[in-house]
Nanobody, 129 residues
Framework: QVQLVESGGGLVQPGGSLRLSCVAS????????IGWFRQAPGKEREGVSC?????????YYADFVKGRFTISRDNAKNALYLEMNSLTSEDTADYYC?????????????????????WGKGTLVNVSS
């Protein structure tokens, strides 16, 4: 059974940091495009950051997280991570891990909800004082 399970969300003060984790089971993420998405209340789901997991060189970050968030992976653990720093209230959302059954060097083009094939159930990040 294909499954993605996120963890690491929670309540954090503005300016704080969190590290999200995603572990896959039922398939290997080694040769897929994988990434993080988020959905704030009343808004559409949007791509945050994606990575070509075969080389980990081709990555994409949305403008609103550049310089603050870092995506990484550990293929030995079949895991994906998102290090989030300098969080603001604008970052409050449900964060989802997703994987596409396609490997691409144009990671930006695939880092949209319609580009993903497998989804986790999400973890809530609440940035509030």
């Amino acid at each position: 059974q294909v499954q993605l399970v996120e963890s690491g969300g929670g309540l954090v003060q503005p300016g704080g940091s969190l590290r999200l984790s995603c572990v896959a089971s039922g398939f290997t993420m080694d040769y897929l495009t994988i990434g993080w998405f988020r959905q704030a209340p009343g808004k559409e789901r949007e791509g945050v950051s994606c990575i070509n997991n075969a080389d980990a060189v081709n990555t994409y970050y949305a403008d609103f997280v550049k310089g603050r968030f870092t995506i990484s992976r550990d293929n030995a653990k079949n895991a994906l991570y998102l290090e989030m720093n300098s969080l603001t209230s604008e970052d409050t959302a449900d964060y989802y891990c997703a994987a596409a059954g396609t490997l691409t060097t144009n990671v930006k083009a695939l880092c949209v909800p319609a580009g993903m094939d497998y989804w986790g159930k999400g973890t809530l990040v609440n940035v509030s004082s």
